[in-house]
């Protein structure tokens, strides 16, 4: 027998029956880098994309089973699999309101649709991390990716100044957390989950695994642009195309908040004590922070991001309480989120394909006479994200609350009240806009079927899930089960 039979034979085949949604849109991905030298038809890219998508979202369905693949690098499990498929479908309905958006704005390129394919391949790989490389190697391809995303208004400077931003200061969350890796594997010996939780306990903390810890926290939370780490995400989510910053708002964050989760509890679940403390206080300072300068925004979008720095507040105060009701509040409202951001970003790319339209909150003005039902969206997502009942955003951030209180950190809990309440003070003045002003123009506005497929599916879903929801609260149970399970396996 040769050395590579011998090689071989040790390796053995890894399982790619559990990797058919990743296979299709890496398959997908390479064939539009090579489709689009050729062939230019908007129509055929946009197609072969959105079938992929498609594709990859009802192949979830196939994987009936569990299993570690790739030599153990490689999760395929229940956590996963309902992750990938909100990433998915989010990312599916970004593409069907890219194409009208692009050619509005005269700045179609048939790059953007690879890219996120790209950048929806590496945040995949990252959910189904078991291991801190497996985990690096899928956040590096995603933040790439999306930092050329965020740059693609080529002629436009805030684009260009926030993609350089996002990319310096990405840039730097990569190095942070390749030395908190490093320190990590110092310690432990190992990057497998499971090992470090077995070799890590409050009995065993020293400064190596103290630094590597801390480490860890800041690069995650810089990704999730948690505060003090979110200096890039304003000018990030203004500069860039609307649908993109709909990608990336939601995306990209749900897949941060999913490795967070299962880093914390697999990687570190001896030690919940140090770890909660510091998601505390950067929920604390997320939602303080996020909610008093979003006050200040004139123009809409930016006070959108700023909106969903608060948000990053509100589910990462679910993790400072580390227990089974935290847990699976936190992936309540990650996946609930989905609606309220892809909703509200959407519809604001939809209002600027119209003339002059800016999305300054005076442009708001008298909108529910212009388009009464594009004002019925905005104010149901505008609602959601304060909290107010029946929307889904009021039982997200009540299952955070119940956590908080359940833990005994007080604080916290009244830190969420307080700003939620605060919040107000922006998300109804755009409310009052739309319905308590005269129109400042009487010029139509147009909006393409899948705009308003899409504003009316996520606003009908937020009602639907606000009066009733206990399906998703059901699964993001059953996950948290899942995750708490493995523990010292």
Not at 443 to 468: C, S
């Amino acid at each position: 027998m040769s050395i590579l039979q011998q090689i071989v034979s040790g390796l053995g085949v890894p399982n790619f029956a559990v990797l058919l949604p990743e296979m299709i849109i890496l398959i997908a991905a390479l064939s539009l880098l090579i489709i689009e030298l050729f062939i230019k038809s908007r129509v055929l890219i946009s197609g072969i994309t959105i079938t992929a998508l498609l594709l990859a979202a009802a192949s979830v369905f196939l994987i009936k089973e569990g299993d570690l693949t790739f030599y153990g690098l490689y999760v395929v499990d229940m956590f996963s699999l309902i992750f990938k498929l909100f990433l998915i479908l989010s990312t599916l309905f970004v593409i069907i309101n890219l194409k009208p958006y692009l050619e509005s704005k005269n700045t179609y390129y048939g790059e953007y649709y690879y890219i996120i394919l790209f950048a929806l391949l590496g945040l995949m790989i990252v959910v189904s991390s078991p291991n801190l490389i497996t985990f690096y190697i899928g956040l590096e391809l995603a933040a790439i990716s999306i930092y050329i995303l965020a740059g693609t208004f080529r002629k436009d400077y805030r684009s260009k100044e926030g993609a350089f931003k996002y990319l310096i200061i990405g840039g730097m969350g990569t190095a942070i957390i390749s030395y908190a890796i490093a320190l990590i594997y110092g310690r432990t010996g190992s990057f497998d989950f499971y090992t470090i939780a077995s070799l890590i306990n409050s009995n065993s903390l020293d400064i190596g695994i103290l630094g590597g810890l801390v480490l860890l926290i800041i690069g995650l939370a810089l990704k999730a642009s948690a505060v003090p780490f979110h200096h890039w995400t304003p000018d990030a989510y203004e500069g860039a195309p609307t649908p993109i910053t709909a990608f990336m708002a939601v995306v990209a964050k749900i897949a941060t908040y999913a490795v967070i989760l299962r880093i914390m509890v697999e990687s570190f679940p001896f030690i919940s004590k140090e770890w909660s403390f510091a998601w505390a206080l950067l929920a604390a300072a997320s939602m303080i922070i996020g909610n008093f300068i979003a006050l200040r925004q004139k123009n809409v979008k930016r006070m959108l991001a700023y909106s969903s720095i608060a948000h990053t507040g509100y589910i990462l105060a679910a993790i400072a309480a580390p227990t089974g009701m935290g847990f699976s509040a936190l992936i309540f409202y990650s996946l609930v989120y989905v609606f309220m951001a892809i909703g509200g970003f959407i519809l604001l790319s939809a209002l600027e394909k119209n003339h002059n339209w800016s999305n300054h909150i005076d442009d708001f003005k008298g909108l529910a006479k212009r388009s009464p039902m594009m004002a019925l969206f905005m104010l149901i997502f505008m609602f959601s994200m304060l909290g107010i009942p029946p929307t889904v955003g009021f039982m997200g951030k009540l299952g955070v609350f119940l956590a908080l209180i359940g833990s005994d950190i007080w604080w916290l809990a009244v830190v969420l009240v307080v700003m939620s309440i605060i919040s107000a003070g922006y998300y109804l003045r755009v409310v009052i806009y739309m319905y308590m002003h005269e129109p400042v123009s009487k010029a139509r506005l147009n909006f393409a079927m899948t705009e308003m497929f899409t504003v009316a599916f996520m606003a009908a879903f937020i009602l639907f899930l606000g009066i009733y929801p206990t399906i998703f609260w059901g699964i993001s149970t059953t996950l948290s089960s899942l995750l708490i399970a493995g523990i010292g396996r």
